[in-house]
Structures are given as structure tokens and as C-alpha cells.
């Protein structure tokens, strides 16, 4: 999981990419990058650790000159966290130059890694995906063109060999230089990219492609739709719009986690509205929390701040019990599910949250949480509400157990360190150290996200184990796990 946003603007993108990156940070907070570029084809980039706010200095911003650009936030899911050389965009000078930023992971790395250096000729300096899929994307281009000129047409045709040689989820930007930039998401469109455009005062047209729709929603843009599962868009210099369908076999399955945790709630993506998707979550799981918890056994219901609150509030309006906030979140602590290592996690959810004793002393309390993945948070907010004054803790997922590596753009690559994996629900609410223990059910999380919507599938491997692009196979799944730690 990161965040990427690309521009094509009639002035200076600088300030608008980074104000961009700010409304996704929290994609990401691994490191962050800017690449502008201007009209004769030179590239200015600047990229850090860290966030975006302690990343960027006045100088850097006042080199990156230009009025095409694009820019990411890192969450890193493969190569290392924290290496700065494995900060994003990537840069490769041939053919044109290009400067790539991606978001996902791809599976067959492997096999990239052995053609681009027998059969391509292409060296990489890191253990990155991104500088793989930079790479293709450039031996690609180099195959479609003998000179300087280059049309859409020539871009979309190294597009569609991108879709054959690629594996895995990707939703990619890419600037060309002298060109224009880029846009391309993999054919299952597992991880998400929206197109909006804004009318200058001057009569033309600007055009932005992001993670998620506030981001062009902030910036006063139209959102026109959603880059579709195998498509590629293309902006040129003079800010005209090409697309073409680039895969031979598309097929939507949006990453089911985007709506359980990832996204902000106050963007839609694939048509699909975050905040009511949660809602309709709460509304499922209070079902099933009245089916498995006994009468009287709850006063009041919470949330752990801030992604699962719409569904808690739901809860609590199906049970017709009350709702209390009983935690004070410290909102300059990172989000810990996507920090790497164990010990940076457990040392920061004490620093991020703090439970007020008056909201929890000698009350049996729901806790709803937007979902459980390796239990090392879960265990800690529930002791907190124990010391707080807790009668009792009944601890609810907004998603259903995680018990499967997630190999599409989420750091879980291990089925070991996963709480639920190979354990039964009460076995897990031992290991919790709660009272009573719910998790959402498969099919209403399913039912839930899909509900009003034209999608028909999700990826959900990280729940029922079914990988979407029918590729990741169990020898895959043992080496990631052998070789990924988090």
C-alpha cells in the first residue's frame, strides 16, 4: 500500500503535488518523493524519509521545476523499510527518460529479476519492485520505437506487453520526458487510481490521476472516473487525453481491505463510497455480535480510532446501546499496522492511544476495531481498557479473521505472525486476553463493500485464501515468507 498522484498543469506543480501527498500520508509514512519535469525533457526530483512535511525542504521544492509531475508515500512492502534508495520515483534514462511511481506488489519478481538481466540487458541497483516495473515499462517502449517520435499508440502497445510480462497488483504513474505522463493500473485493478480534470481561467484543461478521490476533490477537480482494470491514460504536454484498454482479459477485483482500512472515508473509488461501505459493515456485524455475545453482557460500545468509528456507530445504533469514545487518540503517532517491525508497533500504540478510566471503569465494553491482523495492537488496547476499570471487553473486527499472507500490497507476507492463522476464535480471544471475541462473517464483509455497487468481485485472499490472479502458488507463498520479514 502507498499513495501516488500525477499532474499535467498549465503552471508550476510543485506545491499542488505536495499538498497532494500531505491527503495521503496516510498510505504511507515510510518515505515520500517528488519528479517534476519541464517541457525540453529534464526531470527534477527530490525524495526523502520519513513524511512529506519533514521530508521536503524550500529548496528542494523551488528546484522542482516544471508543470508535469508526480509523487508518492511509501509503505514499504518489499525491498527495505526505511532505505532511502528504495524511496520512490525511480528514474531510468532510456529510452527518453522515465520516472515511475507505483503502488502494489508485484508476484513474480523472480523471473523479472532473471529476464531484465539475461535477456534485457537492464541492471538494477535495488530489491524494489517499482525499479522492475520501471525497467519493463522501458524495454518495452525501447522494443515499440526506432527513433525519437512517439504516439500513444506506441505507448499503449508497451503497455499491453507490460500486462503479458507483469504479475500482481499495480496502479502506476510514469512520466515521459518530452512526452507527457502515464497512467496505468494492472488488469485485475486490485489497487486503486482516479482520473479528474479541472478547467484553467485561462481555457484549458489540467488533468490529475491519484490513489484516491479527495485528493482531486481537494484540489477542485472533476472526477471523471476511475482508470479502469487494465487501462492506460495518457496525457500529453499540450494536455490532450488518450486511453485505451491495454489487457486482453480484464476483470475488476478491488483490494477488500482498501474499504476495511486503508482509505480515507471520505473517498470513493471503483464507485464505491469508503464511509458507507463501513457503515453497512457495522450494520452486518451487529447481527452477529447479537448472535454470539449473551443478553446484558455489553453497556457500552467503542471504537478504536479513527477507521473502524462508522461501523462502531452502527453497532451501537442496531443494538440500541450506547455509544461513548473511550479513547484519546495522539494524532501525531503514525498508523502502527503499517509500521515496520514488531517493536516499533508495540511501542507506538501506547504513544497513539490513551483510555480515559471515567468512559471505562465498571462497564462491560464493546471495542470495535476495523479489523485484527497480527493481535499485537488488539492485545495491547484491550489490556488498557482492563487497566482503565473494565468490567469486561468484548472485542469485535469490522473484517473477519486474517488468516492468509496478503501478497498484493500489504506487509503480511507471513501466514505465522497473523493471530488467527491456524486458530480457532476462542483460541484467539485467549491470546487477545478478551472476554468475548466476533468477527465479522466472509460473505457480509463481501455483501457489505459490494452492496449498490456495479463491482462483482473482490480480492479477499487475505481472508478466504483465493488470490484473484490465479498466479500465487504455494511454493510463491513459502519463499515470500522466507525471504519478507515485517
Same mark, same amino acid.
Given at each position: 500500500m502507498?499513495?501516488i498522484?500525477?499532474?499535467?498543469g498549465q503552471?508550476p506543480v510543485?506545491?499542488?503535488?505536495y499538498d497532494?501527498?500531505?491527503?495521503?500520508?496516510?498510505?504511507g509514512q515510510d518515505?515520500?518523493?517528488?519528479?517534476t519535469?519541464?517541457?525540453?525533457?529534464?526531470f527534477?526530483?527530490a525524495?526523502?524519509?520519513?513524511?512529506?512535511?519533514?521530508?521536503?525542504r524550500?529548496?528542494d521544492?523551488?528546484a522542482l521545476?516544471?508543470?508535469v509531475?508526480?509523487g508518492?508515500?511509501?509503505?514499504?512492502?518489499?525491498?527495505?523499510a526505511g532505505?532511502?534508495e528504495?524511496a520512490?520515483p525511480?528514474?531510468?534514462?532510456?529510452p527518453y527518460?522515465?520516472?515511475l511511481v507505483h503502488n502494489g506488489?508485484?508476484t513474480?519478481?523472480?523471473?523479472?529479476?532473471?529476464?531484465?538481466?539475461?535477456?534485457?540487458?537492464r541492471?538494477?541497483?535495488?530489491t524494489?519492485?517499482?525499479e522492475?516495473?520501471?525497467?519493463?515499462?522501458?524495454?518495452e517502449?525501447?522494443?515499440?520505437?526506432?527513433?525519437?517520435?512517439?504516439?500513444?499508440d506506441?505507448?499503449?502497445?508497451a503497455?499491453s506487453r507490460v500486462?503479458e510480462?507483469?504479475e500482481?497488483?499495480y496502479?502506476?504513474?510514469?512520466?515521459?520526458a518530452?512526452h507527457g505522463?502515464?497512467?496505468?493500473?494492472?488488469p485485475?485493478?486490485?489497487r486503486?487510481?482516479i482520473?479528474g480534470?479541472?478547467r484553467?481561467?485561462a481555457?484549458g484543461?489540467?488533468?490529475?490521476?491519484?490513489?484516491?478521490?479527495l485528493?482531486l476533490e481537494?484540489?477542485?477537480y472533476?472526477?471523471?472516473?476511475d482508470?479502469?482494470?487494465?487501462?492506460?491514460?495518457?496525457i500529453d504536454l499540450e494536455g490532450?487525453?488518450?486511453?485505451r484498454?491495454?489487457?486482453?482479459d480484464p476483470?475488476?477485483?478491488p483490494c477488500?481491505?482498501e474499504?476495511v482500512?486503508l482509505?480515507?472515508?471520505?473517498s470513493?473509488?471503483n464507485?464505491?463510497? =469508503? /464511509?458507507?461501505?463501513r457503515?453497512?459493515?457495522? %450494520?452486518? *456485524?451487529?447481527d452477529?455480535?447479537?448472535?454470539?455475545?449473551p443478553?446484558g453482557?455489553?453497556?457500552?460500545?467503542?471504537?478504536?480510532?479513527?477507521s473502524?468509528?462508522?461501523?462502531?456507530?452502527q453497532?451501537?445504533?442496531?443494538?440500541?446501546?450506547?455509544?461513548?469514545?473511550?479513547f484519546y487518540?495522539?494524532?501525531?503517532?503514525?498508523r502502527t499496522?503499517i509500521?515496520?517491525g514488531?517493536?516499533?508497533?508495540r511501542?507506538?500504540?501506547r504513544?497513539?492511544?490513551?483510555a480515559?478510566?471515567s468512559e471505562f471503569?465498571g462497564?462491560n465494553?464493546l471495542?470495535?476495531?476495523?479489523?485484527i491482523v497480527?493481535?499485537?495492537?488488539?492485545?495491547?488496547i484491550i489490556?488498557?481498557?482492563?487497566?482503565?476499570?473494565?468490567?469486561?471487553v468484548?472485542f469485535a473486527?469490522?473484517?473477519?479473521?486474517v488468516?492468509?499472507?496478503? =501478497? /498484493?500490497?500489504i506487509n503480511?507476507p507471513?501466514? %505465522?505472525? *497473523?493471530?488467527?492463522?491456524d486458530?480457532?476464535?476462542?483460541?484467539?480471544?485467549?491470546?487477545l486476553?478478551c472476554d468475548?471475541?466476533?468477527y465479522?462473517e466472509v460473505g457480509?464483509?463481501?455483501?457489505?463493500?459490494?452492496?449498490g455497487?456495479d463491482?462483482?468481485?473482490l480480492?479477499?485472499?487475505c481472508?478466504?485464501?483465493r488470490?484473484?490472479t490465479?498466479?500465487v502458488?504455494?511454493?510463491?507463498?513459502?519463499w515470500?515468507?522466507?525471504t519478507?520479514?515485517?
Amino acid at each position: 500500500m502507498c499513495g501516488i498522484v500525477g499532474m499535467v498543469g498549465q503552471g508550476p506543480v510543485n506545491q499542488e503535488i505536495y499538498d497532494s501527498l500531505l491527503l495521503l500520508q496516510h498510505r504511507g509514512q515510510d518515505s515520500t518523493g517528488i519528479a517534476t519535469a519541464e517541457p525540453d525533457g529534464i526531470f527534477h526530483l527530490a525524495k526523502a524519509r520519513g513524511q512529506v512535511r519533514e521530508a521536503f525542504r524550500t529548496r528542494d521544492m523551488r528546484a522542482l521545476l516544471g508543470t508535469v509531475g508526480l509523487g508518492h508515500v511509501r509503505y514499504a512492502t518489499k525491498g527495505t523499510a526505511g532505505n532511502e534508495e528504495e524511496a520512490q520515483p525511480f528514474y531510468v534514462n532510456a529510452p527518453y527518460g522515465i520516472v515511475l511511481v507505483h503502488n502494489g506488489n508485484l508476484t513474480n519478481t523472480r523471473e523479472l529479476t532473471q529476464e531484465l538481466f539475461s535477456k534485457d540487458r537492464r541492471h538494477l541497483n535495488t530489491t524494489s519492485d517499482t525499479e522492475l516495473l520501471v525497467n519493463v515499462l522501458a524495454n518495452e517502449l525501447q522494443a515499440t520505437v526506432s527513433g525519437l517520435d512517439l504516439d500513444p499508440d506506441q505507448i499503449f502497445q508497451a503497455v499491453s506487453r507490460v500486462h503479458e510480462r507483469v504479475e500482481g497488483s499495480y496502479a502506476a504513474i510514469a512520466l515521459i520526458a518530452g512526452h507527457g505522463l502515464l497512467a496505468f493500473r494492472d488488469p485485475f485493478g486490485i489497487r486503486p487510481l482516479i482520473l479528474g480534470t479541472r478547467r484553467t481561467e485561462a481555457g484549458g484543461y489540467e488533468w490529475m490521476v491519484a490513489s484516491e478521490s479527495l485528493v482531486l476533490e481537494n484540489g477542485d477537480y472533476d472526477v471523471v472516473r476511475d482508470v479502469m482494470p487494465g487501462e492506460a491514460v495518457f496525457i500529453d504536454l499540450e494536455g490532450q487525453l488518450h486511453m485505451r484498454q491495454c489487457a486482453a482479459d480484464p476483470k475488476l477485483a478491488p483490494c477488500s481491505f482498501e474499504y476495511v482500512y486503508l482509505a480515507r472515508p471520505d473517498s470513493i473509488m471503483n464507485g464505491i463510497s =469508503v /464511509y458507507e461501505a463501513r457503515l453497512r459493515m457495522g %450494520e452486518r *456485524l451487529a447481527d452477529t455480535i447479537a448472535r454470539y455475545t449473551p443478553t446484558g453482557a455489553i453497556d457500552v460500545v467503542m471504537p478504536i480510532p479513527d477507521s473502524s468509528r462508522p461501523a462502531a456507530m452502527q453497532v451501537a445504533r442496531k443494538l440500541g446501546i450506547e455509544y461513548r469514545e473511550g479513547f484519546y487518540k495522539n494524532r501525531y503517532v503514525g498508523r502502527t499496522f503499517i509500521m515496520p517491525g514488531q517493536t516499533v508497533r508495540r511501542k507506538s500504540v501506547r504513544q497513539k492511544l490513551n483510555a480515559m478510566s471515567s468512559e471505562f471503569k465498571g462497564k462491560n465494553v464493546l471495542l470495535i476495531d476495523d479489523s485484527i491482523v497480527r493481535g499485537t495492537t488488539s492485545q495491547q488496547i484491550i489490556q488498557m481498557a482492563r487497566d482503565a476499570g473494565a468490567k469486561t471487553v468484548t472485542f469485535a473486527s469490522a473484517a473477519p479473521p486474517v488468516r492468509y499472507p496478503h =501478497v /498484493y500490497g500489504i506487509n503480511m507476507p507471513s501466514r %505465522e505472525e *497473523l493471530v488467527a492463522h491456524d486458530r480457532t476464535i476462542p483460541e484467539i480471544a485467549q491470546e487477545l486476553g478478551c472476554d468475548y471475541l466476533v468477527y465479522q462473517e466472509v460473505g457480509d464483509l463481501k455483501a457489505a463493500i459490494l452492496e449498490g455497487s456495479d463491482v462483482g468481485d473482490l480480492d479477499m485472499s487475505c481472508f478466504d485464501g483465493r488470490y484473484v490472479t490465479g498466479t500465487v502458488s504455494d511454493e510463491y507463498l513459502a519463499w515470500v515468507e522466507g525471504t519478507q520479514t515485517s
